[in-house]
């Protein structure tokens, strides 16, 4: 059953009562006021017996009073260090039932000895004397009256101690007794009515830190379990998208090696580019959900290096040329220097720039979308125009919110959950760099992120090789022969026929002892595409490298439906190619005509 969440009040009605240990809490600053208070007496009453003696009096009863609060002193301290030893060790019930009388006690008693000053000096004082001794005794009932109440019973037996004093009144003022006895009364009763105003104020305060921390309490269980939850939706995410890649993956290959035998059909031509965009969208669907998945949680850090700008808006053109063509619109790139180089993180900037062209063909009905890069000081500003609905300007405070999208997405774009622009705004964030739009309603729209830039004569290739802007799709008729590792028959099979389309020699594995076996029958494989997750927890990446080093003359990648794996990192890291289910066609088509290409220029 769902506990519903306390309200805390500024004031707590004044029935409520602090636990067991919160009243162990006012015991023990009541017990504190007290030590210290035991602790000033000897001094206090030196001092009044050098001033009663040097009025005439006898200072023998006050010097016995003062050396008597001497193992009083010790008493206390001894009974302090019990009274904190049993607090350490037992329960706050126990310590309540064995301390709260006993501390009483010592209140009472100090409270008599307070008021036992008065019949001691009581024979030869002056009147100037009997008035300090009282003013003082007054002021200590008003102190303790702040600074004791924490523990009421306690200060009550104090104060009842100290009060039996008023009964000397009429010996100790016996001229002035009837006007300073009522005087002496009403301001003792103003005292107490004080304390307890003090005391309800310290239980007030005990109760509401009590509420606080049971509040702390149940945040940290609840934020604790929303870590949890998220944790398990970022695996639940990852294991589907993994599932969930392996038959697009296998759909998009077979796609293509559908066209290659029904190319001619200018019917089965036009579904299957129908098919080919509806398998891009959900591509892009997929990364878009665990891109903010993995940041959201954390797991994604920036690892920022230089990236060519050239080759960046050369794989907007190979990742989204295709995709324009088929919505009639023209996607145009305007070329960057060779050298111009933006310090990022070559994944989240590459991510980021893709979900704005994603986002801004998606939003384009007619004319084209243009990606450029310009140099801003000592930053490069990557803008995306487009001549789309545009974006109204109270919207575009809010267009990077996650799930909001505009009222022109709703009227003219049908589907999309605003996911895209999300991503591009943590993804920025997290390389500390900016983003921002341009827009007019029904003009079009500009998004920009803005990018310091890297020392010159430093180059981190990203991990997809580009091709030169425009040169479109690759031409078939590859030659070859090419080993794939996988687990999954269906992906197999799609890898066979398509790569086998393309002209090439095709063999398969599921293991690294099947792969060996097609290398002990003579196979020697000019290109290796390995998967991550293999049966039996056998790992891709370990399979790929004990390939490649039977295999010194091949070129080897990885190819995976996971985004985090620590081997993908490591392959990364290492220079390997590491391509994500669902392989765009044409991107693969283009990676083995160089792959191949470059073997055949080297014999």
Same mark, same amino acid.
């Given at each position: 059953?769902?506990?519903?969440?306390?309200?805390?009040?500024?004031?707590?009605?004044?029935?409520?009562?602090?636990?067991?240990? =919160?009243?162990?809490?006012?015991?023990?600053?009541?017990?504190?006021?007290?030590?210290?208070?035991?602790?000033?007496?000897?001094?206090?009453?030196?001092?009044?017996?050098?001033?009663?003696?040097?009025?005439?009096?006898?200072?023998?009863?006050?010097?016995?009073?003062?050396?008597?609060?001497?193992?009083?002193?010790?008493?206390?301290?001894?009974?302090?260090?019990?009274?904190?030893?049993? @607090?350490?060790?037992?329960?706050?019930?126990?310590?309540?039932?064995?301390? @709260?009388?006993?501390?009483?006690?010592?209140?009472?008693?100090?409270?008599?000895?307070?008021?036992?000053?008065?019949?001691?000096?009581? !024979?030869?004082?002056?009147?100037?004397?009997?008035?300090?001794?009282?003013?003082?005794?007054?002021?200590?009932?008003?102190?303790?009256?702040?600074?004791?109440?924490?523990?009421?019973?306690?200060?009550?037996?104090?104060?009842?101690?100290?009060?039996?004093?008023?009964?000397?009144?009429?010996?100790?003022?016996?001229?002035?007794?009837?006007?300073?006895?009522?005087?002496?009364?009403?301001?003792?009763?103003?005292?107490?009515?004080?304390?307890?105003?003090?005391?309800?104020?310290?239980?007030? @305060?005990?109760?509401?830190?009590?509420?606080?921390?049971?509040?702390? !309490?149940?945040?940290?269980?609840?934020?604790?379990?929303?870590? #949890?939850?998220?944790?398990?939706?970022?695996?639940?995410?990852?294991?589907?998208?993994? #599932?969930?890649?392996?038959?697009?993956?296998?759909?998009?290959?077979?796609?293509?090696?559908?066209?290659?035998?029904?190319?001619? !059909?200018?019917?089965?031509?036009?579904?299957?580019?129908?098919?080919?965009?509806?398998?891009?969208?959900?591509?892009?669907? %997929?990364?878009?959900?665990?891109?903010?998945?993995?940041?959201?949680?954390?797991?994604?850090?920036?690892?920022?290096?230089?990236?060519?700008?050239?080759?960046?808006? #050369?794989?907007?053109?190979?990742?989204?040329?295709?995709?324009?063509?088929?919505? =009639?619109?023209?996607?145009?790139?305007?070329?960057?220097?060779?050298?111009?180089?933006?310090?990022?993180?070559?994944?989240?900037?590459?991510?980021?720039? %893709?979900?704005?062209?994603?986002?801004?063909?998606?939003?384009?009905?007619?004319?084209?979308?243009?990606?450029?890069?310009?140099?801003?000081?000592?930053?490069?500003?990557?803008?995306?125009?487009?001549?789309?609905?545009?974006?109204?300007?109270?919207?575009?405070?809010?267009?990077?919110?996650?799930?909001?999208?505009?009222?022109?997405?709703?009227?003219?774009?049908?589907?999309?959950? *605003?996911?895209?622009?999300?991503?591009?705004?943590?993804?920025?964030?997290?390389? *500390?760099?900016?983003?921002?739009?341009?827009?007019?309603? =029904?003009? *079009?729209?500009?998004?920009?992120?803005?990018?310091?830039?890297?020392?010159? =004569?430093?180059?981190?290739?990203?991990?997809?090789?580009?091709?030169?802007?425009?040169?479109?799709?690759?031409?078939?008729?590859? %030659?070859?022969?090419?080993?794939?590792?996988?687990?999954?028959?269906?992906?197999?099979?799609?890898?066979?026929?398509?790569? !086998?389309?393309?002209?090439?020699?095709?063999?398969?594995?599921?293991?690294?002892?099947?792969?060996?076996?097609?290398?002990?029958?003579?196979?020697?494989?000019?290109?290796? %595409?390995?998967?991550?997750?293999?049966?039996?927890?056998?790992?891709?990446?370990?399979?790929?490298?004990?390939?490649?080093?039977?295999?010194?003359?091949?070129? *080897?990648?990885?190819?995976?439906?996971?985004? #985090?794996?620590?081997?993908?990192?490591?392959?990364?890291?290492?220079?390997?190619?590491?391509?994500?289910?669902?392989?765009?066609?044409?991107?693969?088509?283009?990676?083995?005509?160089?792959?191949?290409?470059?073997?055949?220029?080297?014999?």
């Amino acid at each position: 059953m769902k506990t519903p969440a306390p309200h805390i009040s500024a004031d707590p009605p004044e029935n409520d009562a602090p636990s067991d240990e =919160g009243r162990v809490r006012l015991l023990t600053a009541s017990f504190t006021r007290l030590r210290v208070g035991v602790l000033a007496m000897p001094f206090i009453g030196l001092l009044f017996a050098l001033l009663f003696a040097w009025q005439g009096g006898n200072p023998a009863g006050l010097l016995a009073w003062s050396a008597l609060y001497l193992p009083a002193l010790w008493g206390v301290r001894r009974l302090h260090r019990r009274y904190l030893q049993d @607090q350490a060790e037992r329960t706050a019930a126990d310590v309540l039932a064995t301390w @709260q009388r006993r501390l009483q006690k010592v209140a009472l008693c100090h409270g008599l000895a307070l008021a036992s000053t008065v019949a001691l000096t009581i !024979d030869g004082a002056t009147y100037d004397f009997m008035l300090l001794l009282h003013v003082t005794l007054m002021g200590i009932a008003a102190i303790n009256a702040v600074q004791m109440t924490a523990n009421l019973p306690m200060y009550r037996a104090q104060y009842l101690g100290m009060a039996s004093g008023l009964a000397l009144m009429p010996w100790a003022f016996p001229d002035h007794w009837y006007f300073a006895l009522p005087m002496a009364v009403v301001m003792n009763i103003v005292i107490y009515q004080s304390s307890l105003s003090v005391q309800r104020f310290f239980v007030r @305060q005990v109760v509401l830190e009590e509420r606080s921390r049971d509040l702390a !309490d149940r945040y940290r269980v609840a934020s604790s379990a929303a870590l #949890d939850a998220l944790a398990e939706k970022n695996h639940f995410l990852g294991a589907a998208a993994h #599932d969930l890649r392996q038959p697009v993956h296998a759909m998009a290959l077979l796609a293509e090696a559908i066209a290659l035998h029904g190319q001619h !059909d200018a019917r089965l031509a036009t579904l299957l580019q129908q098919w080919r965009q509806s398998m891009r969208s959900v591509n892009h669907m %997929f990364n878009t959900l665990l891109d903010l998945s993995r940041i959201e949680s954390g797991t994604m850090q920036a690892r920022p290096s230089p990236v060519s700008v050239a080759q960046l808006l #050369d794989e907007v053109g190979l990742q989204f040329g295709e995709d324009a063509r088929a919505r =009639g619109l023209a996607l145009r790139l305007r070329p960057a220097p060779p050298d111009a180089l933006l310090w990022a993180d070559p994944a989240l900037v590459r991510q980021a720039l %893709f979900n704005l062209v994603h986002n801004a063909l998606r939003y384009t009905t007619q004319g084209g979308v243009l990606v450029a890069a310009r140099r801003r000081g000592g930053q490069w500003c990557l803008g995306v125009w487009d001549t789309g609905t545009g974006v109204g300007e109270q919207e575009q405070t809010r267009i990077f919110n996650a799930f909001y999208r505009g009222e022109a997405a709703h009227t003219n774009v049908p589907g999309g959950h *605003g996911l895209g622009l999300a991503v591009v705004a943590r993804c920025v964030a997290l390389m *500390g760099a900016r983003q921002g739009i341009r827009s007019r309603a =029904g003009r *079009g729209s500009c998004f920009w992120i803005a990018l310091p830039s890297a020392p010159p =004569g430093e180059n981190h290739p990203l991990a997809i090789p580009a091709v030169p802007n425009g040169a479109g799709r690759p031409s078939p008729g590859l %030659f070859g022969q090419c080993l794939v590792v996988d687990d999954e028959p269906q992906v197999l099979q799609a890898w066979t026929a398509l790569l !086998d389309g393309w002209g090439l020699d095709v063999r398969t594995a599921t293991s690294l002892q099947q792969a060996c076996g097609q290398l002990a029958a003579g196979f020697m494989p000019d290109v290796v %595409f390995c998967d991550e997750h293999l049966g039996q927890g056998e790992s891709g990446f370990a399979v790929l490298r004990a390939l490649l080093e039977r295999c010194p003359g091949a070129r *080897g990648a990885m190819v995976s439906g996971e985004m #985090d794996k620590p081997s993908l990192r490591e392959a990364q890291d290492e220079g390997y190619l590491v391509l994500h289910k669902p392989v765009d066609p044409y991107t693969l088509q283009d990676l083995l005509s160089r792959w191949l290409k470059s073997d055949k220029n080297r014999f």
